[in-house]
């Protein structure tokens, strides 16, 4: 197994390409499922979870065509996929797909909307917590559907299609907002989805949706409208900025020090996380190019943060934050309220000579002076990636294990660092 191989130290000087955002990426293409016309993505990020979904989405009858690289093209670009899922040979997803990407239970909605029928696996537990899918399944039953749950398995039906309906979330859900906005999309007559994610994932979601001919507004408020159409028709989307990709750079500068370009980043994604960071000691500036992250000289202070659903601050940046928390000047305190277990690289941390103690849901972190490299792993990408910043920061050497979960989300992770002045590579093996 591939692992990554650290010395930290250096101060990170340069431009980091921002690339197109998985967690919109992967419901974009799912959404290929409603049209029997072409979807064309544009800015798809090079990722294994991406990879993993063109062959879940191809065991349906689904045709993804990528466009080849050329000499001369920027290799941080973005690729397009062209989508083809006029026939549906299967309305099943199995075990052994879903249960390597919790996204892929997503196809549930669409298949339903479009087909009738879908039998899609329960993804089962996962790393970070029990994640449960019971809002997905109360969406699509408030929009008609017929679902029993059989061996392993969600079997949903519709045979006479699905009808608008008011769907209220009991908490907010990201995944659930997806599925509800996609089925409603086809459903016969008006939906509202009330306490929706505002994420901009799901507004990402809903501008193809409308290029692809949906009725939906409001999407980005807690009250989304969808008025619903018959058909969807062929339609072009560019997938927006990876705003976790982003953030996770900002923090590795703020810890490093240096100055870094942060090219193609959308600030207003992220502007819970960019307060942080400056009261954390990071100068942020949104230019033209993207935005501009340099630590002033006052070194890193300590910062009480929780998370929230969006505009809150992201749990998918928590795990960076901590990294950054460990070496601040003082204590800090990280609450996290969306996922139950996710303080896996809390132990890690501690392993490069970190000093945090959990409290229930709050971990508390006493900044240290300095982190010392070490064997580190962990168990889910965004608390490997943290591993990945304390080491930049630690002394000596940091070896990152199982380097796959990296993979998942970061797309050319040590490139994008070492043009910037970072000591790290890639050890096959
Ligand atoms: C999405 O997961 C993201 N995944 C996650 O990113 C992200 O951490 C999460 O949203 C929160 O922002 C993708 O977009 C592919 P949720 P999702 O439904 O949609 C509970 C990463 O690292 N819940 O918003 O699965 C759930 O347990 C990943 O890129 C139910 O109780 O998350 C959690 O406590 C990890 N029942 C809360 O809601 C349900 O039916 C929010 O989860 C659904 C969710």
Redesign the pocket.
């Known amino acids: 197994m591939d692992k990554i191989r650290i010395v930290g130290g250096n101060e990170l000087k340069g431009t980091i390409p921002i690339s197109g955002a998985?967690?919109a990426a992967?419901p974009l293409m799912i959404a290929s499922l409603l049209t029997e016309e072409k979807l064309i993505l544009e800015n798809v990020p090079r990722l294994a979870d991406v990879a993993l979904l063109q062959r879940i989405l191809g065991n349906h009858g689904v045709d993804i065509t990528t466009n080849g690289k050329r000499n001369g093209d920027d290799p941080y670009a973005g690729q397009t996929l062209e989508i083809d899922a006029r026939v549906i040979v299967d309305t099943t997803a199995p075990y052994d797909l879903v249960s390597r990407m919790?996204?892929s239970f997503w196809v549930l909605g669409p298949l339903l909307a479009r087909i009738g029928v879908a039998k899609v696996s329960l993804p089962g537990g996962c790393a970070?917590?029990?994640?449960?899918?019971?809002?997905?399944l109360d969406a699509l039953r408030a929009l008609g559907a017929d679902i029993e749950i059989d061996a392993g398995y969600v079997v949903a039906k519709a045979p006479n299609g699905l009808k608008g309906a008011r769907i209220v979330f009991p908490?907010?859900?990201?995944?659930?907002t997806h599925t509800a906005l996609m089925a409603a999309a086809l459903a016969r007559g008006d939906s509202i989805i009330e306490n929706a994610?505002r994420?901009p994932?799901v507004v990402d979601l809903a501008d193809c949706l409308i290029k692809m001919g949906a009725r939906i507004s409001g999407a980005g408020s807690s009250t989304i409208h969808v008025e619903g159409v018959a058909r969807l028709k062929a339609a072009r989307h560019a997938v927006l900025p990876d705003r976790?990709e982003t953030g996770t750079y900002a923090m590795a500068t703020a810890m490093t020090g240096g100055d870094v370009m942060l090219a193609g980043a959308r600030p207003d994604l992220l502007e819970s996380a960019l307060d942080v960071l400056r009261q954390a000691g990071a100068e942020i500036d949104a230019t033209n190019e993207g935005i501009r992250v340099r630590r002033n000289g006052a070194g890193i202070l300590p910062v009480d943060v929780t998370t929230a659903p969006y505009p809150g601050f992201?749990?998918?940046l928590q795990a960076q934050f901590m990294a950054l928390m460990t070496k601040a000047k003082g204590n800090s305190r990280i609450t996290e309220t969306?996922?139950e277990n996710r303080f896996m690289h809390v132990q890690e941390l501690a392993r490069l000579g970190a000093r945090i103690h959990l409290e229930g849901d709050t971990a508390v972190v006493e900044g240290v002076e300095r982190l010392t490299g070490a064997p580190v792993m962990a168990t889910?990408?965004?608390a490997s990636v943290s591993l990945v910043i304390a080491g930049l920061a630690a002394e000596g050497e940091t070896m990152v294990q199982r380097v796959y979960h990296l993979d998942r989300?970061f797309e050319k992770l040590e490139e994008k660092l070492s043009r910037c002045g970072a000591q790290i590579e890639r050890i096959s093996g």
């Open positions: 998985k967690n992967l919790r996204a970070i917590g029990t994640r449960p899918v019971d809002f997905h908490k907010v859900s990201v995944g659930a994610a994420e994932e976790i992201p749990t998918d969306i996922f889910d990408l965004r989300g």
